[in-house]
């Protein structure tokens, strides 16, 4: 398993920067696909972007795209997924998340087997 633990999150205003953290463990070299969700209250969890492993290629959802960058330090043992230029409907729990599975489905949940218990950030108007 990969054991997954965020940090970072917390209030900022609308218009702010706030980077996430996920610190990872465990079986890494199974891992193929990392990423990041966010779920809203009353709302369906939703992929924010996504890292390959292998190669460093990352994929965001249209909506964060050119605000939201996930990036690694690999001798940390880190991903981060830094957010600019927030709104208030980015407000919502954000988890990280691990897949083995090699998939052209980054955006669905069910192909990650590990998940952080994830954390809170919101965004004032």
């Known amino acids: 398993q990969v054991q997954l633990v965020e940090s970072g999150g917390g209030l900022v205003q609308a218009g702010g920067s706030l980077r996430l953290g996920c610190a990872y463990s465990g079986r890494t070299l199974s891992t193929y696909t990392m990423a990041w969700f966010r779920q809203a209250p009353g709302k369906e969890r939703e992929v924010v972007g996504a890292i390959s492993w292998s190669y460093g290629t990352t994929y965001y959802a249209a909506s964060v795209k050119g605000r939201f960058t996930i990036s690694r330090e690999n001798a940390k043992k880190l991903v981060y997924l830094q957010m600019n230029s927030l709104k208030p409907e980015n407000t919502a729990n954000y988890y990280c998340?691990?897949?083995?599975?090699?998939?052209?489905?980054?955006?669905?949940?069910?192909?990650?087997?590990?998940w952080g218990q994830g954390i809170q950030v919101t965004v004032s108007s």
């Open positions: 998340a691990a897949a083995a599975q090699i998939s052209g489905e980054y955006y669905n949940p069910r192909i990650y087997e590990s």
